[in-house]
């Protein structure tokens, strides 16, 4: 019984032991890791305080021009809310700081070696000898044949009317399964200069096909986002038989002129402006935006535009030389060509 008291009794020694030797480990490990967060704590301090290798003149001097940024940021401030003011009221201010123009995609496009400038000779002559340069000279008025696949939808036929109502001198017709080179050959012999033929997909126009008769050239575009008046909460009686204004912007390069001329030689030369009516062709990172206004005089002073419909956006997929059918004088590969961002071809 002795010995069984004795090695119990050991036993129970050991097992404090053990214990108290953990837990002396534990408090060592916890007064280990409060020391360096103290350390971290007062070097964050001391950066906060106090950066290093930094003297008073530095940081004095930091120090005014921060609070000059300051207040000039507030004057320019100022100077805006005058002149928002200003205009509110009628008044025009004269203000000495210019304003940045920012920086956009189109404002840093790469440079292309057929970019256009004012007073070019050789494009001049180039143009002089076209197959638009009778058009320019006012030789013919444009008459124009609209039309659009087979067994067309709803929507492409609403398209088509919308097309002859902005074209005064346009005429629909409906394809009844003939091909498109026959169908170039009649309009030449009735006596049309320009053929449109609207494609479509999934019931919705997604084409737009030009020719210009007799010798061409063709130009497929791509068509997105067509709505008719309905659709931009218009009534298409608004718009008038007048002829319309027609306004082509921002087209820089030899490709981009050559589009411009053909969708200009669509409408009549000579503009009727007692309808008061602008279609608009602008160009921006090659998709070309048509928008249909009219101008709304509200007195001598104020005049502002209304739109009629339709709208819609092209992008150029290829042109070609003859009447659909000849050499391709341009055409777009995605993989090869749109390399950059700022990289544009009209």
């Known amino acids: 019984m002795v010995k069984m008291e004795n090695t119990t009794g050991v036993e129970e020694i050991e097992v404090e032991e053990t214990e108290t030797e953990t837990l002396t480990d534990d408090n060592m490990k916890m007064e280990n890791t409060n020391e360096v967060e103290e350390i971290r704590v007062r070097k964050r301090r001391k950066k906060t305080l106090m950066p290093s290798r ?27 809310a005058e002149e928002s003011k200003a205009k509110k009221k009628g008044v025009k201010v004269e203000n000495d700081t210019p304003r940045k123009k920012p920086h956009t995609i189109e404002s840093l496009r790469e440079k292309d070696e057929t970019m256009l ?8 002559q180039e143009e002089a000898t076209d197959t638009y340069a009778s058009y320019f000279n006012k030789s013919y008025v444009p ?19 919308e097309l002859c109502r902005l074209i005064p001198e346009a005429e629909a017709s409906w394809r009844k399964r003939t091909s498109i080179k026959k169908l170039i050959k009649g309009a030449t012999e009735n006596g ?14 997604n084409g737009l096909l030009v020719v210009h008769l007799p010798e061409g050239p063709t130009a497929l575009f791509r068509l997105s986002n067509p709505k008719i008046c309905k659709e931009v909460h218009r009534n298409f009686r608004e718009i008038t038989p007048h002829r319309p204004e027609i306004i082509l912007n921002n087209f820089r390069t030899r490709l981009g002129r050559v589009v411009a001329r053909m969708l200009g030689a669509l409408f009549h030369y000579d503009p009727e402006f007692k309808g008061r009516r602008v279609c608009t062709f602008h160009n921006q990172r090659d998709y070309i935006f048509f928008r249909h206004h009219r101008y709304e005089f509200k007195n001598t002073q104020k005049v502002r535009l209304r739109e009629l419909g339709p709208r819609f956006t092209l ?16 055409a777009l ?14």
């Not at 590969?333 to 700022?342: F, G, I, Y």
């Open 333 to 346: 590969k995605r993989h090869d060509m749109e390399t950059s961002r700022r990289r544009f071809f009209l």
């Open 54 to 80: 930094s003297s008073i003149n530095e940081i004095r001097n930091k120090f005014i021009r921060n609070k000059a940024f300051r207040n000039q940021k507030h004057e320019i401030r100022k100077l805006r």
């Open 192 to 205: 049309f200069t320009d053929v449109l033929v609207v494609n479509e997909d999934k019931r919705v126009p």
């Open 143 to 161: 008459k124009i044949l609209v039309t659009c696949s087979d067994n067309p939808h709803s929507k492409t036929i609403a398209f088509v009317r």
């Open 315 to 330: 992008r150029l997929e290829w042109l070609q030389q003859g009447a659909f059918e000849g050499d391709y004088e341009w």
């Open 117 to 124: 400038y004012e007073g070019d000779e050789e494009l001049e």
